[in-house]
Each structure stands twice: as structure tokens, then as C-alpha cells.
């Protein structure tokens, strides 16, 4: 073997960070199912057209062909092929989903991220009414706290808020778009030039603030509530707020921020978007949000949707470490396996030492700071 190297953004996962992985995940199945969520299982390979609605610059999938020629990829995404399944299979909806598995991005070399992460999530199918996104959001609150996590931000969005406000400004609509971009790139210089021609007008007092409309969740419907009247955002707003009061009721000390000058973290998303991070990392712990249009692009019947993933590998890096109990080695001979394998079961914590001699059980209890049990003993 020449290449003993992991290809770049990969690693492996043993001993407690394997553990601990694996038991967050079992704790959100539980959860899941609790709920009344069916698996959903899909294979890692997909024909690379499933994931056209996504925006391939922030996910660049890793490409290989089929035997006919077909564009593969790894898949970057669970929640297209779940639509993909729900437009091929004919499964009666509404539906509750849940799944758990790697998603593969190419990142930027050097970027210090991961190119595989493990996602646990749920779709629902076939629900339009903000009990959807609350389903999902009480899920995003069990989920964390299953972690053990208790020092995080709710941060809430919507798709729909920047081009509701764009549509009502009295410009030209080439301005209109660079202004969109201005405003994602953060390019202030050119945004305010952008913005010149709005001077004076009732929209004023809210664009200056635009770029930075990230913070708290009242703070940030002050800086809304000054704009004039748009129809199109009124439901939005309204949305937004009786989640916030939502949040309230169920996790009265939950921290709410609102973003709404960034844009929507999926190219999919069609209305609230929702996401949970802790201090000083940009990982999300989940990240959710509606996306009505999504069963469009494989099929002719349009289906409301709405869903979120963990990032399982975040929250086990920001999980407490269990405390290590102590541990016991179990030497025997080999005629006695059955009286080994009785220890073993009345013994919490145990193992059986496989050694061939007793000298060498010892030195393996004493490397690794284990009580020995030693079956020989008086033989
Ligand atoms: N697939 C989305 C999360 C999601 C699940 N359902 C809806 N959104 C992501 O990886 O960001």
C-alpha cells in the first residue's frame, strides 16, 4: 500500500467519539420514533440529477460514472433523495420520515472542515400548516438537550423575506438584483451606492439597518416593523412571531435570534428556515426549513414539506464526555470459558482478557489501568 493517508476532509472514528456518537444517534431514533416517524433508508450513490435544485457551489459533490456513462455522486444531501422516494414510490401521504447517514461535500482544500458528516433528520411530507415547523422545532429542542447541550441560539429565518422586500422597493429590477448581492457579499461600499436613489423614501430607515439585521429576535422586528406595508411579507412576519411565541411556551429560557440578511441556507427552502449553533463555531447543531416547491422538480404534483438534520458530528463535538467507570479484565484458561463467560455476566464493566499467559494479562490490566481478575489463581 503506498498511500497510507485518508483522502483530504475524511477521518476515522473510534473508541469514545465512535461511542458517543453512537449514542446520540440512538437517542434521536428514539425520539423520532416517539413521534410516530418511520425509517427511511437510501442508498449513498444517487444519479447526480437528483441534486440539481441544490446550489452546487456551496455543495460540489464528489463525481464517478456508472457502467452506462450516467453521472453518480456521492449524495451531498438527504432531504432530495427523500423526495426523490416520495415521487418514484407512490407512498400515500402525509408522511413522517426519518433517516440517519453521511453526506459527502467537496470543501475548499485547506478549509479545516470535513468533507463527510453524519446527518440525522426527518421530512415531513405533506404537511402546509405551521404545525409542520413546529414539529420539527420541538424535535430541534429534544434533540439538543438529548445531547446534553444547553448553551445555544435558535436562529430563524425566512426564504421568502429578501425578495418580499426587494419586490416593494421603487427600482429598476437589474438594481434589485445587485442589490441582493451586495447585500449577501456584504459588500457595503456598493450596497449603499445601491441604495442611494431610496434616500429619503419611507424604505430609508430600514436599509440602513439591512446589512446587519442579525440579532435578537425583538430586536430585529423593531428594525421590520418600520418598514412601510408589504402584503407578501405580512404572513411571513406573522409566521415568525408565533413561532417565536411558540419557542416561548416550550423552552421559556431559549435563547431566539433572528437573521434576515442572509441568504436562505438551501437554495430549496421556500419559508422559515431554522437553525441552532453554539458560541464561537460555525457548525450547526441542525439546520431545517420549509420547502414546498421541492417535489416539483420530480414530479408534476406540487406537495408542502417541511424537515431538518442534525449534524450528528457537531453535537458529539460539543457533547459532556461520559465519566469512564472502572473496568475489569477477566483471566482465564481455556477450559474454563464458561466459568469466564458467568464473571462476565455478573461483572459490570468487564471484559474477557484473551492473553495467553498470565504475566501477560497483568502487564495488559496494568497498561490500561484495569482491576484483573484472575481465574487461575490456586490452579
Ligand atoms: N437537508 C438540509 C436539512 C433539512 C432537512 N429537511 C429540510 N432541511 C441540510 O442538509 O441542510
Not at 279 to 306: C, H, I, M, W
Request: proline share 6%; aromatic share 10%.
Amino acid at each position: 500500500m503506498k498511500n497510507r493517508n485518508l483522502p483530504s476532509g475524511t477521518r476515522d472514528e473510534f473508541g469514545v467519539r465512535a461511542e458517543m456518537k453512537e449514542a446520540i444517534t440512538a437517542n434521536l431514533f428514539a425520539i423520532f420514533k416517539r413521534r410516530g416517524f418511520s425509517k427511511l433508508t437510501t442508498p449513498i450513490l444517487e444519479y447526480a440529477d437528483v441534486f440539481k435544485p441544490l446550489n452546487l457551489t456551496n455543495y460540489r459533490p464528489y463525481q464517478l460514472l456508472d457502467e452506462q456513462g450516467e453521472a453518480l455522486v456521492l449524495r451531498p444531501d438527504l432531504t432530495l433523495p427523500v423526495a426523490r422516494v416520495m415521487s418514484t414510490t407512490g407512498v400515500e401521504l402525509p408522511a413522517k420520515w426519518y433517516y440517519s447517514g453521511d453526506v459527502f461535500r467537496v470543501k475548499k482544500q485547506l478549509s479545516g472542515s470535513y468533507n463527510q458528516l453524519t446527518q440525522a433528520g426527518i421530512e415531513l411530507v405533506g404537511y402546509a400548516s405551521l404545525k409542520g415547523e413546529w414539529e420539527c422545532l420541538k424535535i430541534a429542542l429534544e434533540g439538543v438537550a438529548a445531547a446534553g447541550i444547553t448553551d445555544w441560539t435558535l436562529e430563524l429565518g425566512d426564504a421568502r423575506f429578501t425578495d418580499a422586500v426587494l419586490a416593494a422597493l421603487p427600482i429598476p429590477e437589474p438594481t434589485k438584483n445587485a442589490l441582493k448581492q451586495a447585500l449577501f457579499a456584504k459588500d457595503l461600499s456598493r450596497y449603499k451606492q445601491l441604495c442611494k436613489p431610496l434616500a429619503d423614501t419611507a424604505f430609508e430607515p430600514f436599509l440602513n439597518e439591512w446589512p446587519w439585521l442579525f440579532g435578537s429576535f425583538n430586536d430585529v422586528i423593531q428594525v421590520v416593523d418600520t418598514l412601510p406595508d408589504i402584503a407578501a411579507l405580512v404572513p411571513v412576519i406573522s409566521n415568525l412571531k408565533q413561532t417565536a411565541g411558540f419557542i416561548k411556551t416550550q423552552a421559556p429560557d431559549q435563547e431566539v435570534f433572528l437573521d434576515l440578511s442572509i441568504p436562505s441556507p438551501q437554495s430549496y427552502y421556500t419559508g422559515m428556515a431554522f437553525q441552532g449553533y453554539t458560541q464561537n463555531s460555525s457548525d450547526y447543531l441542525f439546520s431545517g426549513g420549509r420547502y414546498d416547491e421541492l417535489l416539483t422538480s420530480f414530479q408534476q404534483v406540487k406537495e408542502p414539506a417541511v424537515g431538518l438534520a442534525f449534524d450528528t458530528d457537531a453535537l458529539v463535538d460539543r457533547m459532556p464526555e461520559p465519566a469512564s467507570a472502572d473496568q475489569t479484565l477477566i483471566y482465564f484458561d481455556t477450559d474454563q470459558w464458561q466459568l469466564a463467560e458467568a464473571t462476565l455476566n455478573d461483572t459490570p464493566n468487564s471484559t474477557l482478557c484473551l492473553a495467553d499467559s498470565r504475566e501477560e494479562a497483568g502487564q495488559i490490566a496494568t497498561s490500561t489501568n484495569r482491576t484483573l481478575i484472575d481465574l487461575t489463581e490456586g490452579r
